[in-house]
């Protein structure tokens, strides 16, 4: 079975803060993504990578950034907190062929920004 | 129009009901095709591929229309731990990534 893990299931963090949120899968995918689910707007695509140190902007890339240093893992950092990026995060990772793979998520990050 | 529209319920039915989720997506370029059951602060987590013959999977049956960018799910006999929230997911073309309805919500009871 695919095993996505990301680091933490709960994290409190201030306004202003640095915030790093890791996420590491044990398949060899070359895909991982980072979203985030907000109640009402269904999942979003904050950024995706397909290759180590490649990464694409999803849909709401603002106010983020993305690491990936290995193929394992990919890391979101919030580069200066703030209140409307409390929010469940999401981390999924595929292979890339064949087309058709589903994506795998982590269990997830609920995070609150004070 | 949104990408990827469905019916956000709830859908309350009793147990043992047979129940249909439909979805709409609007890019016709869309290639694959998927439902997720997602339960009460837990992580989306893949039900179904959904083909172009239409599959089943035990009490699920899903269906895929492309001349009318539709896809539905069916859910037979009805559990009470079918509860959950349903996510039509549309794979676009080019990169992997993934666009998701907001869900339909399933509430099944005694």
């Known amino acids: 079975d695919v095993k996505v893990t990301q680091s933490s299931r709960y994290l409190v963090k201030r306004t202003g803060e640095k915030v790093f949120l890791e996420c590491v899968q044990d398949?060899?995918?070359?895909?991982m993504f980072w979203y985030r689910q907000d109640p009402g707007l269904g999942l979003r695509l904050i950024y995706f990578s397909y290759d180590v140190k490649m990464k694409e902007k999803g849909d709401i890339p603002e106010g983020y950034s993305v690491s990936r240093e290995k193929k394992e893992r990919f890391s979101l950092i919030l580069e200066s907190a703030s209140t409307n990026q409390t929010s469940m995060y999401l981390c999924?990772?595929?292979?890339?062929?064949?087309?058709?793979?589903?994506?795998?998520f982590g269990d997830g990050t609920r995070l609150s920004i004070l | 129009r949104k990408e990827v529209e469905q019916d956000p319920g709830p859908f309350n039915v009793p147990e043992g009901a047979t129940v249909a989720f439909n979805c709409t997506y609007s890019n016709s370029a869309s290639q694959s095709f998927f439902w997720y059951r997602q339960d009460c602060r837990k992580e989306p987590k893949l039900l179904m591929s959904?083909?172009?013959s239409g599959n089943e999977d035990g009490r699920f049956t899903a269906q895929l229309n492309r001349a009318s960018q539709y896809i539905s799910l069916l859910i037979r006999d009805s559990k009470l731990s079918d509860s959950a929230t349903y996510l039509c997911?549309?794979?676009?073309?080019?990169?992997?990534?993934?666009?998701f309805g907001k869900g339909t919500m399933l509430l099944v009871s005694p």
């Open positions: 999924a990772s595929t292979l890339d062929r064949p087309s058709n793979q589903p994506q795998h």
């Open positions: 398949m060899d995918h070359e895909n």
């Open positions: 997911v549309v794979k676009n073309s080019g990169y992997s990534t993934l666009t």
């Open positions: 959904v083909y172009s």
